[in-house]
Nanobody, 121 residues
Framework: QVQLVESGGGLVQAGGSLRLSCAAS????????MGWYRQAPGKQRELVAD???????NYADSVKGRFTISRDNAKKTVYLQMNSLKPEDTAVYYC???????????????WGQGAQVTVSS
């Protein structure tokens, strides 16, 4: 099977920094785009940032200039460096990977378990 395991997150004061990591493992043939989404209480899940296998990145306007997404293809890992955090960044952050498993020719979306990020004012 395929798993996405997140690490990082936690509680930080406004203006602080956190780093999230997400490692994919299992019977993976290839990984296309990897990304981070977040969901705050009472709100819909939204894209924070994503990155293609070639390194092209895309960011939500609300995090541009503060967050940086990167990936290590050899380790099948994606990172999210979050700087200048604001209370409105408080949410559960989910890792996403669009990948092709070894047992199928199609690509599917897989999700991590979620990591709580809380920014206090």
């Amino acid at each position: 099977q395929v798993q996405l395991v997140e690490s990082g997150g936690g509680l930080v004061q406004a203006g602080g920094s956190l780093r999230l990591s997400c490692a994919a493992s299992g019977r993976i043939f290839s990984i296309n785009t990897m990304g981070w989404y977040r969901q705050a209480p009472g709100k819909q899940r939204e894209l924070v940032a994503d990155i293609t296998s070639g390194g092209s990145t895309n960011y939500a306007d609300s995090v541009k200039g503060r967050f940086t997404i990167s990936r290590d293809n050899a380790k099948k890992t994606v990172y999210l460096q979050m700087n200048s955090l604001k209370p409105e960044d408080t949410a559960v952050y989910y890792c996403n990977a669009r990948l092709r498993p070894q047992w199928n020719s199609r690509e599917y979306d897989y999700w991590g378990q979620g990591a709580q990020v809380t920014v206090s004012s």
